[in-house]
């Protein structure tokens, strides 16, 4: 996995100017070089990491800084901080995926910036929360709550789903999971939330190992998002708490209906 970097500065929390605006991003080959018949949009960046930060040896010291060590700005300080984060999950939780890792980097995320994924820091700025496969598996229900996560299957009508919470599990952010793959060519996908919120909503799909998330909305009261789906893939649905600032995470209830456009 390759993971799209911004760079935030860390001495007071901006996004630096330089930093490449991103977006839903056509990618027209493979990992091997082949021409794909129809583009793979992916939403970059997919996270943000600090710069502006102290070292030994490196740049000039930042007036603004309260300390005489050098400063070193840049998404070449962004990226070896994010790189440094998933490379410590990886040694605190070896049976971790690459996919685990990316996913928890985007989900554990201090959103920043515009409310929600945006073109300039992507899910936010990495925070570095411990991945627990036992209760949060990358692609699964955190709350094992009776929300039948993997039992939306073959979708050829409406699913729905209702009455559902997003809370906390022993004080970290919950994270609600549900997977369906359909013989539909579109979709909508609607949540509705009441008794707090904001909340999230991802959708992803999976081809081979690649997951792409491929629409997001922040809601209150309602997202609607519609999709054009392929026979054969595996399609996510996420809805979570939205990061408001280190430790904190909205919760609030939802209902989630998946309808067939014909």
């Given amino acids: 996995y390759t993971i799209g970097t ?52 490196f740049g000039q010291d930042d007036p603004a800084d309260s300390d005489a060590f050098p400063n070193f700005a840049g998404t070449s300080a962004a990226a070896p901080h994010v790189a440094a984060a998933a490379a410590l999950l990886l040694s605190d939780e070896p049976r971790a995926t690459n996919l685990d890792v990316f996913l928890h980097l985007q989900l554990t995320a201090l959103d920043v910036g515009s409310p929600g994924f945006d073109d300039r820091t992507g899910a936010g700025l990495v925070q570095l929360t411990p991945i627990q496969l036992e209760s949060f598996p990358a692609i699964s229900d955190q709350n094992e709550t009776p929300d039948q996560a993997s039992d939306l299957k073959m979708i ?66 309602a997202a609607n998002i519609v999709i054009a789906t392929e026979p054969g893939l595996q399609y996510y649905v996420e809805i979570k708490g939205v990061n408001t600032a280190p430790g904190v995470t909205t919760t609030g209830d939802y209902s989630l209906s998946i309808r067939r456009l014909l």
């Fill in 6 to 57: 911004a760079a935030i500065n860390s001495l007071d929390g901006t996004v630096e100017p330089f930093t490449s605006r991103g977006g839903d991003l056509e990618f027209l080959f493979d990992a091997n070089g082949a021409r794909l018949s129809t583009p793979e949009i992916r939403s970059k960046p997919d996270v943000a990491g600090p710069d502006n930060i102290n070292n030994s040896f």
């Fill in 156 to 221: 050829n009508l409406s699913r729905s789903v209702s009455g559902q919470s997003i809370g906390k599990i022993n004080g970290w952010a919950e994270y609600d999971w549900y997977t369906f793959t359909t013989s539909a060519s579109r979709l909508n996908i609607r949540a509705s939330g009441s008794n707090g919120g904001p909340l999230e909503i991802h959708v992803f799909r999976q081809n081979n190992n690649l997951l792409s998330r491929i629409g997001m909305q922040i809601f209150s009261s």
